[in-house]
């Protein structure tokens, strides 16, 4: 936190993901205010009581439960307000009944005269941010979805199991749709300077394995939500990873969803990929060069949200 800068954030929705992010906001001492906004105002006032009482043994900061004109002095609004994926559904299940949420959310959050940042965590993340975007009338760089931060970070701890690496000095990316048709980047998959290809090379099993693993990775949050009805720690820990980014200005490369414009040959659609963020949102897609092979599956994910977004434009 920049001393004697007042950083604010503002959480719309208090579930799960919403309420996990702000508590890990107030352990990792990021921002100075943070409200909670939800329809059921009693919910939101709830859990700004619940995080307050926290506050004699972490960081100083405000916490309140708010409306939508608190928006207007927020830095960045997180939007974790939807439909949740319920056993059995996929995420691009949830387009339909997130997408009518979403206008009227991000409606009124313009109303407040917001000029911050958006991140978007509701699923579908990338066809709500292509909304949100759309919505809010924003510059594209001002508006992130959580993308495959999370698949990504999935993706590194996996592997760092397999080859018993600390996961923090395993590198790759997963790309794509945070969902059913996202890749893996095998190509650019390396622990200390090593591709990962090579590192199995004289395992015969190894690639059959590999590939175990990243279904493992893709399949995860429908292992998670079986057992516990919802996934949301990880990705709150993401959501404050892209926060920290953009209010200490880092230039760090993290695998967001994207508006792409020709990048990776692919145009007008928000996809997971990597891309510098700072303060001003996403300052740059990373275009890594793909083998024909992950080339090909990025676009067969690019043409299944393309497909997928008709609610969106209908809508706009």
């Not at 590198?171 to 591709?195: F, K, M, N, Q």
């Not at 690639?207 to 693993?213: C, G, V």
């Not at 209010?247 to 760090?252: A, G, P, Q, T, W």
């Amino acid at each position: 936190m920049f001393e004697g800068k007042t950083s604010r954030v503002a959480v719309i929705g208090t579930g799960f993901v919403g309420t996990s992010y702000a508590f890990s906001l107030l352990n990792q001492e990021v921002v100075n205010e943070l409200v909670l906004i939800d329809i059921n105002k009693d919910k939101a006032e709830g859990e700004a009581r619940d995080l307050n009482h926290g506050l004699p043994f972490g960081a100083q900061m405000k916490i309140w439960a708010g409306k939508y004109e608190d928006c207007r002095e927020a830095d960045i609004v997180v939007i974790a307000a939807g439909a949740n994926q319920a056993p059995g559904e996929t995420r691009l299940d949830l387009i339909d009944k997130n997408t009518v949420i979403f206008k009227k959310i991000v409606s009124n959050i313009m109303a407040s005269q917001f000029h911050g940042i958006f991140i978007v965590a509701t699923n579908p993340v990338d066809i709500l941010s292509y909304a949100t975007w759309k919505f809010s009338g924003l510059p594209k760089e001002r508006v992130i979805g959580s993308g495959t931060i999370l698949d990504t970070a999935r993706f590194r701890y996996s592997l760092g199991e397999y080859f018993q690496v600390d996961s923090r000095n395993v590198h790759g990316y997963i790309l794509g749709e945070h969902g059913d048709t996202e890749l893996p980047v095998w190509s650019h998959a390396s622990i200390g300077s090593r591709p990962v290809l090579s590192l199995i090379k004289d395992n015969p099993n190894g690639k059959a394995e590999l590939d175990s693993l990243f279904a493992d990775v893709r399949d995860a949050a429908y292992h998670i939500i079986e057992r516990k009805g919802a996934t949301y720690y990880g990705i709150a820990m993401g959501l404050v990873r892209l926060t920290k980014a953009i209010l200490r200005n880092e230039n760090s490369i993290l695998t967001v969803s994207s508006l792409l414009e020709g990048e990776y040959g692919l145009d007008n659609l928000y996809i997971g990929v990597p891309a510098i963020i700072n303060k001003n949102g996403i300052k740059k897609v990373i275009e890594l060069e793909l083998d024909d092979r992950e080339m090909e599956k990025l676009k067969h994910s690019a043409k299944t949200l393309k497909d997928a977004m008709q609610p969106v434009l209908l809508h706009d």
